[in-house]
């Protein structure tokens, strides 16, 4: 009898084991099968064999088309072979995200046309007919909507305000040394050199290749192209038709594949194109008029899709630049499908498992972070259409090493110590004698960050970076500006801080800040002009477009202190040479 209850305990053990086994398979094979129940009909089943390249790449550069469909219909004519670029892609780059998703909310309907361009709407546009009820996708064709006018009803102010002097300022001339990557002496910009048969040639094969072996210019992905015009002095150049393709690219491309990005403390996606480009992809958390709480510490708080895109915007503004500095990489906002855009699509299992479908039917998915990445914070869409921003990778640090700096001007991330810059008046006399800050460049591209950051309410700027080819001689790359726009209510004074206790400027930065002070050129009709040409305008809460006039005039303030105490001469430094505007200390002290 004994042996008998044995026997059965054994068999109920095997049982128990091949149902598990049995509940895995149907696990991993879900998602192939719900595919193929949402294909068309007549479309052709997978293909069994892949390219043994293809096979030999990790999983999250192998190609994501539909199964079934050949590789080079997954590409559009002219695009290099994935394995080609891929290593041109960079996964430091560190924009991020976190709460619930869904970016349409119901703002208060404009009462005129100048309040239509704070909403970053057209005011010529027609409005819809309920504002409580607006269409759940947005038309993915171009933005051709007309710039509001401006006070004196003569166009664009964008347009007036790049015509000015001060936004004709050449860089030096480009030396082999100033820039980035040399392309013709690269043997890895060559698709032949790294033997790849399946790059698509139209037109004559003399078209395609250069007399030197390199690949003409315009066979390139705008990626590509963007990678390629970096050099000492900035990311981009003025007015670039590459970058406003770039944005393009950014919010329309095809996706093809989505993994997590490992790394930092809330949860961020890497989201590769159709062209081999990729993003890194950040969901929306709060809505448009929700402030940080008052009780969170700054490095604890949400950081939000929209801040991204409008620091982008602040910094380049949309192929020139309301700031001129051209160190934030593109970023563009776009509605993203979460079922058919990365859960369908992903590789990356212990993403695809956190997926859920929400009470209110909604499908939700969390993944794995430090913060904020579980069932109570999960990012749900409406019913599955998620907004967030994308911003384009830098080279990747095989090509382009990069070099981390801890900003002297950190915080404690400490909820009860303080930073010895808090505690210490004379705190820039010792850096400015410790290299880099030895250099005055150095200091003034600190300065220059220190407004930018003011300007948004970012308080979260511990480190940054610049490309190891140039040495300390070069721009601050101003990444991670999620934590930026946080609260309109407040400006955060300890931001200025390195800007009080070293008095110091360029003379470019003050006289563009005292320009864009001006009601002839108000920096929030700037940012809204601006910012309503991205996919998912209005970009910002009046309220914070409201805050940055304010925090404008207390920046001005700042300066106009530090010019009264040791004199104009010693405060700005005069980076222009000739004389396109005079300083003054009448705009500092209104």
């Known amino acids: 009898m004994k042996m008998i209850l044995v026997r059965r305990f054994r068999v109920l053990i095997l049982m128990v084991f091949l149902v598990a086994c049995a509940l895995h398979i149907v696990l991993d094979l879900l998602p192939k099968l719900e595919r193929r129940a949402s294909r068309p009909p007549g479309e052709p089943g997978c293909s069994c064999v892949q390219p043994a390249a293809e096979a030999a790449a ?23 072979n994935k394995h080609t670029l891929r ?6 780059s560190d924009p991020s995200s976190n709460l619930t998703s869904h970016s349409l909310e119901k703002l208060p309907p404009a009462a005129d046309p100048a309040e239509g361009a704070w909403r970053g709407r ?34 664009s102010l964008l347009t007036r ?38 790059w698509p040639h139209e037109g004559n094969e003399g078209e395609e290749f250069l007399p030197t072996g390199g690949t003409a210019m315009d066979a390139y992905p705008n990626w590509l192209k963007f990678h390629i015009g970096i050099n000492r002095y900035e990311l981009y150049s003025r007015h670039n038709p590459t970058i406003e393709a770039l944005l393009q690219d950014l919010s329309s491309q095809k996706i093809t594949s989505v993994a997590m990005k490992s790394g930092g403390t809330q949860l961020k996606l890497i989201m590769t194109f159709q062209n081999y480009g990729q993003a890194l992809f950040k969901p929306m958390k709060q809505t448009r008029e929700q402030e940080t709480p008052p009780d969170f510490f700054y490095f604890s708080d949400y950081e939000r899709h929209n801040a991204e895109i409008a620091a982008f915007h602040l910094d380049s503004c949309f192929l020139a630049r309301i700031l001129d500095f051209r160190r934030v990489p593109p970023v563009a906002g776009r509605l993203i499908n979460m079922t058919k855009e990365i859960r369908d699509i992903t590789r990356d299992k212990k993403l695809w498992r956190t997926f859920f479908i929400s009470p209110a039917n909604n499908i939700c998915f969390y993944g794995e972070c430090s913060y904020y990445c579980s069932t109570e914070h999960a990012l749900c869409g409406k019913p599955d259409q998620i907004e967030g921003s994308l911003a384009a990778f830098l080279p990747d640090l095989s090509l382009a090493k990069r070099k981390t700096w801890r900003n002297p001007w950190r915080r404690s991330y400490h909820k009860r110590k303080k930073a010895e810059w808090e505690v210490d008046p004379d705190y820039c006399e010792e850096v400015k004698q410790t290299p880099p800050y030895d250099s005055p460049q150095r200091i003034l591209d600190l300065m220059d960050m220190t407004i930018f950051d003011f300007l948004m309410g ?118 222009l040479g000739s004389d396109p505007t005079p300083p003054t200390t009448a705009t500092a002290a209104r």
């Open 122 to 155: 057209d005011p010529g546009a027609p409005q819809p007919r309920n504002p409580a009820h607006r269409p759940l996708l947005r038309d993915h064709g171009p933005r051709r909507s007309a710039p509001p006018p401006g006070p004196s009803g003569d166009g």
């Open 161 to 198: 305000l790049f015509e000015h002097p001060l936004y004709q300022v050449a860089v030096p001339p480009l030396t082999e040394d100033d820039v980035l990557f040399n392309v013709n002496s690269d043997i890895r910009f060559n698709p032949r050199a790294a033997e790849n048969p399946d």
């Open 458 to 575: 970012n308080m979260d700027r511990h480190h940054y970076e610049t490309f190891e080819k140039f040495g300390n001689e070069t721009f601050i790359i101003h990444l991670d500006n999620g934590r930026g726009f946080g609260k309109h209510s407040h400006d955060e004074l300890s931001i200025l801080v390195p800007l009080q206790q070293c008095c110091r400027i360029r003379r470019s930065t003050y006289l563009r800040l005292q320009l864009v002070a001006k009601e002839e050129y108000k920096l929030s009709l700037l940012m809204a002009e601006s910012l309503q040409r991205d996919r998912v305008a209005p970009v910002l809460y009046p309220l914070h477009l409201e805050a940055l006039d304010r925090r404008l005039r207390l920046v001005l303030r700042a300066v106009g202190d530090c010019v009264e105490k040791d004199g104009l001469h010693s405060v700005v430094e005069d980076d």
């Open 87 to 92: 290593i041109l892609q960079d996964f430091s």
């Open 58 to 80: 990790p999983g999250w550069a192998q190609e994501r088309g539909r199964p079934g469909e050949p590789p080079a219909a997954a590409v559009e004519p002219g695009w290099p």
